[in-house]
């Protein structure tokens, strides 16, 4: 039979919290709740304490393995392969198909619709590098970055009134199709 | 009495964990914007591109004050390690932004990182660096029925006015 018990609380800071609120309490701040006296006993915690009243086990037998036995839920019957079926084909179980893949009016590779081409972001990437290895040989070391715009030319091309004062990449190739020279 | 359950939700937080710690976080978007500042376009997570993006576009805010503006040299000696780029980001990157109102930076998704995490990466890059264009501005083909319409129909409003 279990009684409640009010105990001293164990915690300190479960205490200092409760010692908190009836600071507050008792500072008006909850006022009409007491008459401004301080009660006999502090803060306190009720714990759901043991049996401390047995009473009636000397007389009762043990009790039987049925009653003291933990129970655990279990399936009663096999589930069919035909509800198995069901659940395992639902259509939130399936994998949803997409529906925004497109083609790459460039390439022609397929691509989504908010994503870059695979294929054409490649293609720049790798030209990017080359452009990149030859800033690195014209900086010559680390920690040179110039104070001036940079443009990029190919073979055979020479710099325009509005590349006035850039520093020049020089790429020994056809200029591609697809980078416009602006 | 309230017991804050203020670690549990996060509503309205706007800011992504990453790293370690806050200062770990910071640290790591610091990396992002000076290898930005330096390259002009790198290729990162998406997270990272979209949480450095905020912070690269006012730091360069901050760099159209002009390099005498205490607190502007004083955020670009934070945020840019390697001390030359502060120079390239006085000198180069704040004429270079200076008609523009803002969104100096554009972030694009790129396909799933090649590695076993399939992570979600963006391209960012700013606006007007020398390097070769991602995205090439498709004007409609002129071969579309509504175009062809269209240009029928400007081609006979022409002819009423001529003749």
């Known amino acids: 039979m279990a009684v409640l018990v009010l105990v001293r609380s164990p915690l300190p800071r479960l205490r200092a ?4 609120c009836w600071g507050r309490l008792e500072r008006g701040l909850w006022p009409g709740v007491f008459g401004g006296q301080s009660p006999p006993w502090g803060p306190a915690v009720a714990v759901q304490g043991p049996a ?27 589930r069919t392969i035909e509800v198995n079926r069901c659940r395992r084909r639902n259509p939130n179980k399936l994998i949803e198909i997409k529906r925004n893949i497109d083609v790459c009016p460039e ?67 056809k200029r591609p199709s697809w980078f416009v020279q602006n | 009495m309230r017991l804050s ?16 710690s806050p200062r770990s976080r910071l640290d790591l978007l610091r990396n992002l914007v000076t290898a930005l500042v330096r390259h002009e376009r790198i290729e990162t997570p998406w997270a990272r591109a979209d949480e450095m993006r905020g912070y690269a576009e006012r ?72 390097l070769p264009p991602l995205v090439r501005p498709r004007r409609d083909s002129d071969k579309t029925l509504l175009n062809q319409l269209l240009k029928g129909y400007r081609q006979d409003a022409q002819r009423a006015a001529a003749a």
Not at chain 2, 5 to 20: C, D, K, N, Q, T
């Open chain 1, 52 to 78: 401390l009243v047995p009473r009636g086990w000397s007389d009762a037998e043990a009790p039987s393995p049925l009653e003291s036995v933990l129970w655990m839920a279990a399936p009663k019957q096999r």
């Open chain 2, 5 to 20: 359950v203020v670690a549990a939700i996060s509503h309205g937080r706007v800011y992504r964990r990453f790293g370690l």
């Open chain 1, 107 to 173: 390439c022609g590779n397929l691509k989504q619709k908010h994503v870059l081409c695979g294929y054409c972001y490649a293609k720049v990437k790798e030209e990017t590098r080359l452009i990149r290895m030859e800033i690195y040989k014209k900086e010559g070391g680390p920690f040179n970055t110039p104070t001036v715009e940079t443009v990029v030319l190919y073979e055979g091309e020479k710099p325009t009134e509005k590349d006035e004062g850039k520093r020049i990449i020089e790429r020994a190739r």
């Open chain 2, 59 to 130: 730091l360069i805010d901050y760099a159209k004050r002009g390099d005498k503006d205490e607190r502007a040299m004083r955020m670009a000696d934070f945020w840019l390690t390697e001390k030359d780029l502060v120079h390239k980001l006085f000198k180069v990157l704040a004429p270079r932004f200076q008609p523009h109102p803002g969104s100096y930076t554009r972030l694009l998704q790129i396909p799933n990182r090649d590695g076993l995490d399939r992570a979600k990466m963006a391209v960012i890059e700013l606006k007007g660096n020398p």
């Open chain 1, 17 to 20: 919290l409760l010692q908190r």
